[in-house]
Protein backbone atom coordinates (compact mmCIF):
# COMPACT_ATOMS: atom_id res chain seq x y z
CA UNK A 1 0.00 0.00 0.00
CA UNK A 2 2.97 2.09 0.98
CA UNK A 3 4.90 1.35 -2.20
CA UNK A 4 5.14 3.95 -4.76
CA UNK A 5 5.66 3.74 -8.70
CA UNK A 6 6.94 7.04 -9.70
CA UNK A 7 8.31 8.03 -13.29
CA UNK A 8 11.76 7.81 -13.51
CA UNK A 9 11.98 11.41 -15.07
CA UNK A 10 9.89 12.62 -12.29
CA UNK A 11 12.82 12.18 -9.72
CA UNK A 12 15.42 12.49 -12.44
CA UNK A 13 14.70 16.17 -12.42
CA UNK A 14 13.68 17.02 -9.13
CA UNK A 15 16.08 19.98 -7.74
CA UNK A 16 15.44 20.67 -4.58
CA UNK A 17 13.08 18.65 -2.12
CA UNK A 18 9.55 20.02 -1.91
CA UNK A 19 7.29 19.09 0.90
CA UNK A 20 6.83 15.33 1.66
CA UNK A 21 9.25 14.48 -0.90
CA UNK A 22 12.86 12.93 -0.51
CA UNK A 23 16.09 14.39 -2.18
CA UNK A 24 15.66 11.93 -4.92
CA UNK A 25 12.48 12.76 -5.63
CA UNK A 26 10.42 9.80 -3.47
CA UNK A 27 7.38 9.84 -1.61
CA UNK A 28 8.22 10.47 1.58
CA UNK A 29 5.89 8.87 4.04
CA UNK A 30 4.89 9.24 7.51
CA UNK A 31 2.54 6.79 9.95
CA UNK A 32 1.58 7.07 13.99
CA UNK A 33 1.44 4.10 15.27
CA UNK A 34 -0.53 3.86 18.83
CA UNK A 35 -0.78 1.17 21.53
CA UNK A 36 -2.17 2.11 24.81
CA UNK A 37 -1.39 1.39 28.49
CA UNK A 38 2.36 2.42 28.79
CA UNK A 39 5.10 -0.07 29.10
CA UNK A 40 7.08 -1.80 31.50
CA UNK A 41 9.88 1.32 31.18
CA UNK A 42 13.01 -0.60 32.37
CA UNK A 43 12.79 -3.36 29.31
CA UNK A 44 11.72 -0.50 27.32
CA UNK A 45 14.36 1.47 27.08
CA UNK A 46 18.24 0.64 25.65
CA UNK A 47 21.65 0.71 27.64
CA UNK A 48 24.11 3.14 26.63
CA UNK A 49 23.25 6.32 24.58
CA UNK A 50 23.81 7.92 21.40
CA UNK A 51 24.91 5.71 18.70
CA UNK A 52 26.50 3.56 21.20
CA UNK A 53 23.55 1.82 22.56
CA UNK A 54 22.20 -1.76 23.52
CA UNK A 55 18.51 -2.34 22.78
CA UNK A 56 16.30 -3.13 25.55
CA UNK A 57 14.22 -7.15 25.40
CA UNK A 58 10.98 -5.73 24.53
CA UNK A 59 13.02 -4.36 21.40
CA UNK A 60 14.71 -7.34 20.18
CA UNK A 61 12.60 -7.90 17.24
CA UNK A 62 13.83 -4.93 16.03
CA UNK A 63 17.45 -5.55 15.60
CA UNK A 64 17.75 -6.16 12.05
CA UNK A 65 16.45 -2.42 11.91
CA UNK A 66 19.01 -0.91 14.37
CA UNK A 67 20.48 0.99 11.56
CA UNK A 68 17.11 2.80 10.67
CA UNK A 69 16.05 3.23 14.27
CA UNK A 70 16.20 5.91 16.78
CA UNK A 71 14.44 5.73 20.52
CA UNK A 72 13.73 8.33 22.66
CA UNK A 73 13.54 9.42 26.08
CA UNK A 74 12.07 11.82 28.43
CA UNK A 75 9.69 13.28 25.81
CA UNK A 76 6.51 14.57 27.92
CA UNK A 77 2.93 15.53 27.32
CA UNK A 78 1.91 17.58 30.52
CA UNK A 79 -1.77 18.45 28.94
CA UNK A 80 -2.39 15.05 29.44
CA UNK A 81 -1.67 14.98 33.73
CA UNK A 82 -4.99 15.43 35.49
CA UNK A 83 -4.99 19.32 36.70
CA UNK A 84 -8.22 20.03 37.98
CA UNK A 85 -10.22 17.72 35.68
CA UNK A 86 -9.31 14.82 38.30
CA UNK A 87 -9.21 10.92 37.08
CA UNK A 88 -9.36 10.21 33.45
CA UNK A 89 -5.89 9.52 32.40
CA UNK A 90 -7.15 6.61 29.86
CA UNK A 91 -9.01 9.03 27.61
CA UNK A 92 -6.75 11.99 28.00
CA UNK A 93 -3.48 9.72 27.06
CA UNK A 94 -4.69 8.71 23.14
CA UNK A 95 -6.36 12.28 22.67
CA UNK A 96 -3.74 14.27 23.59
CA UNK A 97 -0.73 12.12 22.27
CA UNK A 98 -0.73 13.83 18.77
CA UNK A 99 -2.60 16.69 19.70
CA UNK A 100 -0.88 18.12 22.62
CA UNK A 101 -3.79 20.15 24.27
CA UNK A 102 -5.87 19.81 26.73
CA UNK A 103 -9.01 17.94 25.86
CA UNK A 104 -12.45 18.98 27.28
CA UNK A 105 -13.85 16.48 29.66
CA UNK A 106 -17.53 15.70 28.61
CA UNK A 107 -19.37 12.94 26.67
CA UNK A 108 -20.78 15.01 24.12
CA UNK A 109 -18.53 18.00 23.79
CA UNK A 110 -16.02 16.84 21.99
CA UNK A 111 -12.46 19.98 22.06
CA UNK A 112 -9.20 19.07 21.35
CA UNK A 113 -6.76 19.89 18.59
CA UNK A 114 -5.92 19.44 14.85
CA UNK A 115 -3.64 16.48 15.65
CA UNK A 116 0.14 16.65 13.94
CA UNK A 117 -0.62 14.00 11.39
CA UNK A 118 -3.60 16.11 10.01
CA UNK A 119 -1.29 18.77 9.69
CA UNK A 120 1.60 16.93 7.61
CA UNK A 121 -2.09 15.54 5.78
CA UNK A 122 -2.57 19.44 4.89
CA UNK A 123 0.46 20.22 3.72
CA UNK A 124 1.07 16.86 1.69
CA UNK A 125 -2.30 15.41 1.46
CA UNK A 126 -3.05 16.48 -2.22
CA UNK A 127 -0.55 14.32 -3.60
CA UNK A 128 -2.32 11.00 -2.71
CA UNK A 129 -5.66 9.81 -3.83
CA UNK A 130 -6.53 10.36 0.41
CA UNK A 131 -5.02 12.58 2.49
CA UNK A 132 -4.43 10.56 5.23
CA UNK A 133 -5.10 6.68 6.39
CA UNK A 134 -7.26 6.30 9.69
CA UNK A 135 -7.15 3.30 10.95
CA UNK A 136 -8.16 1.40 14.27
CA UNK A 137 -7.84 -2.43 15.57
CA UNK A 138 -9.90 -2.41 18.15
CA UNK A 139 -13.88 -2.02 18.09
CA UNK A 140 -14.68 1.90 18.19
CA UNK A 141 -17.37 3.42 20.76
CA UNK A 142 -18.67 7.32 20.00
CA UNK A 143 -20.84 7.75 22.27
CA UNK A 144 -21.41 7.46 26.22
CA UNK A 145 -18.60 7.79 29.36
CA UNK A 146 -15.78 5.55 28.99
CA UNK A 147 -13.53 7.09 31.40
CA UNK A 148 -14.77 9.55 34.53
CA UNK A 149 -16.73 11.94 32.47
CA UNK A 150 -14.80 11.63 28.72
CA UNK A 151 -16.24 11.10 25.45
CA UNK A 152 -15.71 7.18 23.91
CA UNK A 153 -14.22 9.18 21.25
CA UNK A 154 -11.31 10.36 23.11
CA UNK A 155 -10.22 6.65 24.17
CA UNK A 156 -10.50 5.34 20.53
CA UNK A 157 -9.42 8.37 18.67
CA UNK A 158 -5.73 9.89 18.33
CA UNK A 159 -6.38 11.85 15.00
CA UNK A 160 -8.09 14.82 14.77
CA UNK A 161 -8.92 16.46 11.58
CA UNK A 162 -10.22 19.63 13.38
CA UNK A 163 -10.74 20.45 17.14
CA UNK A 164 -13.90 18.44 17.14
CA UNK A 165 -13.65 15.80 14.52
CA UNK A 166 -11.94 12.72 14.72
CA UNK A 167 -10.42 11.00 11.92
CA UNK A 168 -11.54 7.25 11.88
CA UNK A 169 -11.83 5.45 8.86
CA UNK A 170 -12.35 2.08 9.36
CA UNK A 171 -11.39 -0.62 11.61
CA UNK A 172 -9.09 -3.34 11.06
CA UNK A 173 -10.78 -6.43 13.00
CA UNK A 174 -7.26 -8.66 14.98
CA UNK A 175 -9.97 -10.96 16.77
CA UNK A 176 -9.24 -10.63 21.20
CA UNK A 177 -5.39 -10.11 20.32
CA UNK A 178 -5.59 -6.20 20.53
CA UNK A 179 -7.41 -6.24 24.10
CA UNK A 180 -3.64 -4.99 26.06
CA UNK A 181 -4.24 -5.38 29.48
CA UNK A 182 -2.55 -2.77 31.92
CA UNK A 183 -0.36 -3.26 35.09
CA UNK A 184 -1.58 -2.30 38.18
CA UNK A 185 0.32 -3.67 41.64
CA UNK A 186 -2.87 -4.07 43.01
CA UNK A 187 -4.79 -6.47 40.06
CA UNK A 188 -2.78 -9.65 40.44
CA UNK A 189 -2.96 -12.22 37.38
CA UNK A 190 -4.02 -15.50 38.61
CA UNK A 191 -2.05 -14.77 41.96
CA UNK A 192 0.77 -13.04 40.48
CA UNK A 193 3.19 -10.78 42.46
CA UNK A 194 3.75 -7.21 41.17
CA UNK A 195 7.00 -8.55 39.96
CA UNK A 196 5.19 -11.43 37.32
CA UNK A 197 2.55 -9.26 36.88
CA UNK A 198 5.12 -6.84 35.19
CA UNK A 199 7.31 -9.53 33.61
CA UNK A 200 3.78 -11.04 32.02
CA UNK A 201 3.04 -7.20 30.76
CA UNK A 202 6.96 -6.93 28.74
CA UNK A 203 5.75 -10.60 27.26
CA UNK A 204 2.95 -8.83 25.82
CA UNK A 205 4.45 -5.63 24.80
CA UNK A 206 7.28 -8.02 23.12
CA UNK A 207 4.79 -9.81 20.75
CA UNK A 208 3.17 -6.44 19.77
CA UNK A 209 6.82 -5.07 18.93
CA UNK A 210 7.39 -8.89 17.04
CA UNK A 211 3.92 -7.32 14.89
CA UNK A 212 5.31 -3.75 14.40
CA UNK A 213 9.01 -5.87 12.83
CA UNK A 214 6.69 -7.70 10.63
CA UNK A 215 5.31 -4.46 9.03
CA UNK A 216 8.93 -2.63 9.09
CA UNK A 217 10.10 -5.22 7.33
CA UNK A 218 8.12 -5.77 4.76
CA UNK A 219 8.46 -1.29 4.27
CA UNK A 220 12.16 -2.59 4.01
CA UNK A 221 11.94 -5.07 1.48
CA UNK A 222 9.06 -3.45 -0.40
CA UNK A 223 11.59 -0.77 -3.20
CA UNK A 224 11.08 2.63 -4.75
CA UNK A 225 11.97 3.74 -8.14
CA UNK A 226 14.99 5.00 -7.19
CA UNK A 227 16.53 1.39 -5.24
CA UNK A 228 16.03 2.56 -2.13
CA UNK A 229 13.32 0.72 0.08
CA UNK A 230 10.27 2.53 1.13
CA UNK A 231 11.38 2.06 4.67
CA UNK A 232 14.57 4.23 3.80
CA UNK A 233 11.88 6.99 2.42
CA UNK A 234 9.62 6.84 5.65
CA UNK A 235 9.64 8.00 8.98
CA UNK A 236 7.36 5.80 11.33
CA UNK A 237 6.96 6.70 15.44
CA UNK A 238 5.69 3.73 17.51
CA UNK A 239 4.88 4.92 20.67
CA UNK A 240 2.19 5.64 23.71
CA UNK A 241 0.56 8.04 25.50
CA UNK A 242 1.30 6.67 28.95
CA UNK A 243 4.86 5.72 30.62
CA UNK A 244 4.17 3.27 33.62
CA UNK A 245 0.96 2.03 33.00
CA UNK A 246 0.57 1.60 37.24
CA UNK A 247 0.78 4.97 38.13
CA UNK A 248 -0.70 6.97 34.86
CA UNK A 249 2.28 8.77 34.32
CA UNK A 250 2.72 11.48 30.86
CA UNK A 251 5.93 12.10 31.12
CA UNK A 252 8.74 10.26 29.28
CA UNK A 253 6.71 8.93 26.73
CA UNK A 254 7.81 5.42 25.09
CA UNK A 255 8.40 7.07 21.47
CA UNK A 256 10.58 5.21 18.96
CA UNK A 257 11.24 6.77 14.87
CA UNK A 258 12.19 3.82 12.00
CA UNK A 259 13.00 4.60 8.80
CA UNK A 260 15.63 7.09 7.73
CA UNK A 261 12.94 9.67 6.26
CA UNK A 262 14.80 10.23 2.54
CA UNK A 263 18.09 11.03 4.28
CA UNK A 264 16.71 13.34 6.63
CA UNK A 265 17.35 11.63 10.01
CA UNK A 266 20.25 10.55 11.63
CA UNK A 267 19.21 7.26 12.37
CA UNK A 268 20.52 4.32 14.69
CA UNK A 269 20.86 6.31 18.12
CA UNK A 270 19.07 6.59 21.72
CA UNK A 271 18.53 10.12 22.54
CA UNK A 272 17.38 11.09 26.24
CA UNK A 273 15.70 14.52 25.38
CA UNK A 274 16.35 15.98 28.89
CA UNK A 275 19.99 14.34 29.80
CA UNK A 276 19.28 15.99 33.50
CA UNK A 277 16.10 13.38 33.85
CA UNK A 278 17.30 9.54 34.78
CA UNK A 279 14.45 7.48 32.64
CA UNK A 280 14.70 4.97 35.00
CA UNK A 281 13.61 7.25 37.70
CA UNK A 282 10.62 5.28 39.19
CA UNK A 283 7.50 7.19 39.48
CA UNK A 284 6.76 9.07 42.68
CA UNK A 285 3.59 7.48 43.61
CA UNK A 286 2.44 3.99 43.07
CA UNK A 287 -0.75 4.63 42.30
CA UNK A 288 -2.68 6.15 39.65
CA UNK A 289 -1.61 9.62 38.47
CA UNK A 290 1.50 9.61 38.83
CA UNK A 291 3.18 12.62 40.59
CA UNK A 292 5.62 14.55 37.45
CA UNK A 293 9.31 14.45 38.13
CA UNK A 294 10.31 17.68 39.57
CA UNK A 295 12.32 17.92 36.38
CA UNK A 296 10.51 18.27 33.60
CA UNK A 297 11.50 16.78 29.99
CA UNK A 298 11.35 17.95 26.55
CA UNK A 299 7.49 19.18 25.54
CA UNK A 300 6.17 16.06 22.98
CA UNK A 301 5.47 18.94 20.75
CA UNK A 302 8.79 20.09 20.44
CA UNK A 303 9.49 16.55 18.94
CA UNK A 304 6.48 17.29 16.29
CA UNK A 305 7.84 20.81 15.39
CA UNK A 306 10.90 19.15 14.63
CA UNK A 307 9.88 15.93 12.89
CA UNK A 308 7.36 18.63 10.69
CA UNK A 309 10.67 20.26 9.36
CA UNK A 310 12.27 16.52 8.49
CA UNK A 311 8.76 16.21 6.38
CA UNK A 312 9.63 19.15 4.55
CA UNK A 313 7.18 21.41 6.14
CA UNK A 314 8.48 25.13 7.47
CA UNK A 315 6.89 28.19 9.18
CA UNK A 316 4.70 26.11 11.74
CA UNK A 317 6.84 27.69 15.11
CA UNK A 318 3.96 26.56 17.47
CA UNK A 319 2.54 23.51 18.11
CA UNK A 320 0.07 22.43 21.19
CA UNK A 321 2.37 23.22 23.97
CA UNK A 322 5.77 23.32 22.35
CA UNK A 323 8.48 25.42 23.85
CA UNK A 324 10.86 25.67 20.37
CA UNK A 325 11.78 22.87 18.06
CA UNK A 326 13.45 19.59 19.03
CA UNK A 327 16.06 19.62 15.93
CA UNK A 328 17.87 15.91 17.17
CA UNK A 329 16.16 13.53 14.89
Known amino acids: MMESFVPRKTFAAASTPSVATTASGMP ?12 NVKKWHPTGDGKDFQ ?10 FKDKLQIFANLDQINATGGEDGGGD ?11 LRIKKSEKDLRSNVSIDQIIAQHAGSLTPLPSLDLISDGGRKTGNCD ?15 ATIVCLLGSVNLADTTRRPHYK ?3 NKTDNTPEQNLEWMSQIEHWYMERFAKFVRRLDEAKDADGSSVLDNSIIMYGAGNSDSNSHTHN ?19 VNAQPTRDPLTPPMNSGGNGTAPKVRGAPMCNFFLGMLEKVGIHGVDQFGDSTGKFTDL
Open 28 to 39: LRTAFLYHPNGV
Open 55 to 64: LGETHQPLAD
Open 90 to 100: HARAPGVWLTG
Open 148 to 162: NGYSCEYLYNVSWRM
Open 185 to 187: NNE
Open 252 to 270: NLPTLVVGRGGGALNARRY
